[in-house]
């Protein structure tokens, strides 16, 4: 499988297919928290990175494999921003054509102030947007953005498309130490998520390695404060915590290694989880892991208390 990962367990959306629309690593963000590494090519530009045709007949064959009750969201979550895909809209409306599955997009909200990218998301049943910031300054600090980007011009952006969108838009702020986790940020990230058309907002924090050395979780503190703000102005049943790894419970489509560095270019997995799905397909996990190792396609990381398998970044495209 070339552009289809998973299925994944999400936070957000149980059992997820991931669809990877964009090569790494090509965004209009360089998040500092960011699991699948520094952004190499940050740009604006909306072009065809992949044949849509080929990813849309890789997602329905995925889902005749798996099967539907294997799969809650069809999901585009891919190495870079899925809106610098320009066919991003054709490939949504023909996989909710070819399947029974609906199609979540996690966007990291830069582009919605063109009307092209709001109109394609249009397509899907769930959006889920970035909002990190409210001030410029911290916006810089946190997402790092393409020169040409301004937070005022991403947060009308967001607005406007909350007016419109007819699915189901959420939120997600992801909180880091020192960075966005003091009581005034907060509080004008929350004042800016409640005037919004949104069903929940998410507040995380990073569970697996960043991109910088120097990212550390906003502590327990920093979170129950913005956990309090958003209820006070959304209701506590609006606001989730996303604190916590995601679970064990991935899958494999094909050949088992090749489904683990698909599973693993998007979402680093705890090593003990990966040697859990390779035993479960009757593979030899230490062997596997050092073999990929010394090959050079993975790497082991240590974060927080956990170690992780990462794939190595590939920029040939």
């Known amino acids: 499988m070339r552009y289809v990962f998973g299925p994944v367990p999400s936070r957000r959306l149980g059992r997820s297919l991931g669809i990877n629309n964009i090569p790494p690593k090509n965004c209009s963000y360089s998040c500092v928290y960011c699991q699948v590494g520094r952004t190499s090519n940050i740009t604006l530009e909306r072009r065809s990175f992949y044949p849509w045709k080929e990813i849309v007949e890789e997602v329905v064959n995925a889902v005749k494999t798996l099967g539907e009750e294997k799969i809650d969201y069809i999901t585009f979550v891919p190495d ?6 320009a066919f ?4 949504i409306g023909e996989i909710k054509r070819r399947t029974n599955k609906p199609v979540a997009v996690l966007t990291n909200s830069s582009l919605l102030f063109e009307e092209e990218v709001r109109n394609d998301l249009f397509e899907a049943d769930l959006v889920s947007v970035k909002v990190d910031a409210a001030t410029e300054k911290v916006y810089r600090r946190i997402n790092r953005p393409h020169s040409k980007l301004s937070l005022d011009r991403v947060l009308d952006g967001i607005r406007e498309f909350s007016k419109s969108y007819k699915g189901g838009m959420i939120t997600e702020t992801m909180l880091v130490k020192d960075i966005n986790d003091k009581e005034d940020e907060i509080k ?9 058309k949104t069903y929940k907002a998410y507040i995380a924090v990073p569970t697996r390695p960043p991109a910088e050395g120097f990212v550390r979780k906003a502590g327990e503190e920093s979170v129950l404060r913005a ?6 102005l959304m209701g506590r049943e609006k606001v989730e915590l996303l604190i916590g790894y995601e679970g064990a ?4 489509i094909g050949n088992p290694v090749e489904s683990l560095l698909s599973i693993t270019s998007v979402h680093p997995m705890r090593i ?3 040697c859990e799905l390779l035993q479960k397909v009757g593979l030899n996990p230490e062997k ?8 050079g396609k993975i790497a082991i990381l240590e974060y927080g208390e956990h170690k992780f ?8 495209y």
């Open 249 to 252: 419970d991935f899958s494999i």
């Open 288 to 295: 596997v892991l050092e073999g990929l190792v010394n090959e």
């Open 309 to 316: 398998i990462i794939k190595k970044i590939s920029y040939h």
């Open 188 to 196: 004008q990230i929350s004042s800016f998520i409640a005037g919004l």
């Open 80 to 85: 870079g921003e899925p809106t610098l895909d």
């Open 88 to 91: 991003l809209g054709k490939e």
């Open 227 to 232: 956990y309090e703000m958003f209820s006070e």
């Open 272 to 274: 003990d989880y990966a």
